[in-house]
């Protein structure tokens, strides 16, 4: 897997990234439906999967450079 930096040359890792908006959408859906563990759960299992894909799919954009 291909190193991202940001434009200060920082590593960035889009799966953590999504795993902070996931865990603050799943708190916030979890307060909704008032179960705290499942909005936790969906929100961090959909944003991993987000970020992964985008990960992926910027490793194929590079790769085609």
């Known amino acids: 897997m291909k190193r991202i930096t940001n434009q ?4 960035e890792n889009p799966v953590v990234l999504g795993i902070g908006v996931g865990l603050a ?5 979890g307060v909704a439906l008032d179960n ?7 929100g961090i299992a959909i944003c991993a999967g987000i970020a992964t ?6 490793d ?5 450079e």
């Open 36 to 42: 705290i563990g499942l909005g936790i759960g969906a």
């Open 8 to 11: 200060y040359g920082k590593a």
């Open 25 to 29: 959408i799943g708190v916030a859906l």
């Open 53 to 58: 894909t985008q990960s992926k799919k910027k």
């Open 60 to 64: 194929d954009i590079d790769s085609k």
